[in-house]
């Protein structure tokens, strides 16, 4: 069973930065297709960047260009560097791991990010 657990959610300034991480454990991290979501007051889950086990990377428009998401096979870690953070940008972020090929999907609970001065 595979459980994901985000952290470094918090309170952060229009225009600053922020780095979530997403611990995974269990087995096979590699073959997983990493992901982050977020979803807003009143808003559906978004699909903010993606991460292949070779490190190919994928995000949306919305995030392109001021996220980076990275992973760490190794140590079984993804993680969300945010940057030039607004508003726009407070949500519950959510760790995500897919494994398409045997259609396993895990979910972390979360961790919220207030873009507020």
């Known amino acids: 069973q595979v459980q994901l657990v985000e952290s470094g959610g918090g309170l952060v300034q229009p225009g600053g930065s922020l780095t979530l991480s997403c611990s995974f454990s269990g087995d096979f991290f590699s073959l997983y297709l990493m992901g982050w979501y977020r979803q807003g007051p009143g808003n559906q889950r978004e699909l903010l960047a993606t991460?292949?086990?070779?490190?190919?990377?994928n995000y949306a428009d919305s995030v392109k260009d001021r996220f980076t998401i990275t992973r760490n096979n190794a140590q079984k870690t993804v993680t969300l560097q945010m940057s030039s953070v607004k508003s726009e940008d407070t949500a519950v972020y959510y760790c995500?791991?897919?494994?398409?090929?045997?259609?396993?999907?895990?979910w972390g609970r979360g961790t919220q990010v207030t873009v507020s001065a």
């Open positions: 991460i292949l086990g070779s490190g190919k990377t």
């Open positions: 995500n791991a897919d494994w398409k090929a045997t259609s396993r999907q895990y």
